[in-house]
């Protein structure tokens, strides 16, 4: 119940007693005709979503109580009526318990979900080392929908002979497809890394590997079953990064190459592009769930103009500044995952 608590505003606990005393001071100020009871039956169902077990119970309780009283009070006795209104109470605070059961029971599963979720993605994504091949690393994923906190979205670091490779990618889709989908590429990016000699090998060994996997599962997979990820390099010793873009936003190449697993259009991977890097540079690497935020007006937050001014001592300040402007943009509003990922030398 504490966990499904906490979406509800803190003062949201006492709605239900407001209720009832307004039910309360109706049918003791008003006449006969006008009766307070709809607002004490609310409160008691109320109460149920909103409120513990006890609390719930306390106030089904003080309902049952008062409602007897007033009507005591008013007429000297308890009457049909009267008896008409407290079984309305006592049906009300049945369904108010009755609910807070199944959301405490809904919160205990969303809970183990939650728990396998972050599992999954600390064994698919866990956080890469703070210092690697002689570069400073840092990453974040945010997933949109808290109960399920894995979605399509992917990073991974390796230290090759060629240097620091990176891999960034955005899955179609969501759910176990996605999940599976990740953990694929994944795998084939920590075994291609190491001995692929070229970004465009290291691309094109992806896209098949993807490519074959879509076409085991299935047509619809074959035609739909697509990444777009970003490849990058950093040379050991070097102040250059090489870049590969396969249909990744906000990473404009001079010959775009389609996302991975749609090698079957037929087109050859097109050369990496270079770019310098020297000391004191970083490189912040993030999908489309940063570049496709939107604030209240519904624009979408540029990363360029957003980190206008903003110093980046380390790999770490660098995406907790991006994800601080990001959220800052959006008023908090999350609708698709970000994965952020930064490389300082």
Not at 280 to 286: E, K, N, R, W
Not at 323 to 336: H, Q, Y
């Amino acid at each position: 119940m504490d966990r499904i608590g906490r979406r509800w505003p803190a003062y949201s606990g006492i709605v239900p007693w407001a209720l009832l005393v307004l039910g309360i001071v109706m049918d003791v100020a008003t006449p006969r005709e006008v009766s307070g009871g709809p607002l004490i039956v609310l409160a008691c169902v109320a109460a149920g979503v909103i409120m513990s077990f006890r609390a719930t119970l306390w106030l089904v309780l003080v309902a049952l109580a008062t409602e007897l009283a007033t009507g005591v009070w008013e007429s000297g006795t308890a009457g049909t009526q009267q008896i008409v209104d407290l079984g309305y109470v006592v049906v009300a605070g049945a369904l108010g318990l009755d609910l807070n059961r199944l959301v405490i029971r809904y919160g205990r599963r969303i809970s183990a979900v939650r728990t396998v979720a972050e599992s999954v993605q600390l064994a698919l994504l866990p956080d890469p080392p703070l210092r690697l091949a002689g570069y400073d690393i840092a990453a974040s994923y945010r997933a949109a929908q808290s109960e399920a906190r894995i979605g399509g979205d992917l990073y991974a670091v390796h230290d090759s002979p060629w240097g620091l490779r990176v891999f960034i990618g955005d899955v179609r889709g969501k759910g176990m497809d996605a999940v599976s989908t990740v953990a694929l590429l994944l795998g084939a990016f920590r075994e291609a890394a190491e001995d692929q000699p070229t970004l465009e090998a290291l691309g094109a060994r992806l896209d098949r590997r993807l490519a074959h996997e879509a076409a085991r599962l299935g047509e619809e997979r074959e035609l739909e079953g697509f990444t777009t990820a970003v490849l990058a390099e950093f040379p050991h010793g070097g102040e250059s990064v090489r870049l590969l873009n396969f249909g990744h936003p906000a990473l404009d190449a001079e010959v775009p190459n389609l996302p991975l697993g749609m090698s079957g259009f037929g087109q050859e991977v097109s050369p990496h592009q270079e770019h310098s890097f020297p000391p004191g540079a970083s490189l912040l690497f993030v999908t489309d769930g940063v570049t496709e935020a939107r604030n209240p007006q519904g624009v979408f937050f540029d990363p360029a103009r957003g980190l206008e001014g903003m110093s980046c001592s380390s790999a770490k300040a660098a995406v907790a500044g991006l994800l601080t402007r990001v959220d800052a943009w959006t008023g908090g509003v999350s609708t698709d995952d970000r994965a952020v990922l930064a490389v300082a030398h």
